[in-house]
């Protein structure tokens, strides 16, 4: 199966998130498609976050994206419920600026409150399109990746470099480089593959051809 789409759309509760579940496909893509990547709160309420915002710019700038495909929203992190209609709001003018062709957001097997909230408000928002869901580890449970992108060492060890920028995050588990690579190793596996990236099937819209 081939993806023809030209418009990729990235979307985050937070700094980090978009660098976690799809930081080596991004890697993959970048400078070859037209990309954007949303993240809907800076985490700028929290003074041990301080540094998070610049973090993210250089994370996203190892993976190729740069600044001017990124947009970094100020929601209030935890508080997305109560937020939820402001952040549809925000989705249906992405939508109807950038017109994306598919749309990566958080699994449906995530917990936490703000990325459920993405999720669910991501299928309202871009009906019609293709929709994947990414897994950031810790938050998730049952997670399991029906939908398999390949990728290459090269893009693993980007997104290990890019992980590695947050200097705010170093200690937490999730972001050792050994898990990465073990993670994307396995995603591999399921598909016969050195490696691989792997999201749940939230949406899909395809048609069948002779081309």
Do not use: W
């Not at 749309?103 to 459920?116: G, L, N, S, Y």
């Not at 950031?136 to 939908?147: A, D, E, I």
Request: net charge negative.
């Amino acid at each position: 199966m081939n993806f023809l789409g030209q418009r990729l759309l990235f979307l985050g509760a937070h700094p980090d998130d978009i660098e976690l579940g799809c930081g080596a496909l991004l890697a993959s893509v970048s400078g070859k498609l037209d990309i954007r990547c949303a993240t809907l709160s800076d985490n700028q309420k929290n003074p041990d976050l301080a540094n998070l915002v610049d973090e993210h710019y250089r994370s996203m700038e190892i993976l190729g994206v740069s600044k001017d495909e990124i947009t970094l929203k100020d929601f209030e992190t935890r508080n997305f419920p109560r937020d939820r209609q402001e952040i549809l709001e925000f989705l249906y003018e992405l939508n109807g600026d950038f017109q994306p062709d598919v749309v990566f957001t958080h699994t449906k097997a995530d917990i936490h409150q703000d990325h459920d909230v993405v999720t669910v408000e991501a299928l309202r928002a871009f009906r019609g399109v293709s929709v994947l869901g990414y897994d950031v580890l810790r938050s998730s449970y049952g997670f399991f990746p029906h939908f398999l992108v390949e990728v290459s060492e090269g893009d693993v060890e980007k997104k290990i470099k890019a992980l590695g920028a947050y200097l705010t995050y170093k200690s937490r588990y999730y972001f050792d480089p050994d898990v990465v690579r073990a993670t994307s190793v396995r995603h591999g596996a399921l598909a016969e593959k050195p490696f691989a990236e792997g999201f749940d099937i939230l949406r899909i819209v395809g048609s069948f051809g002779d081309e």
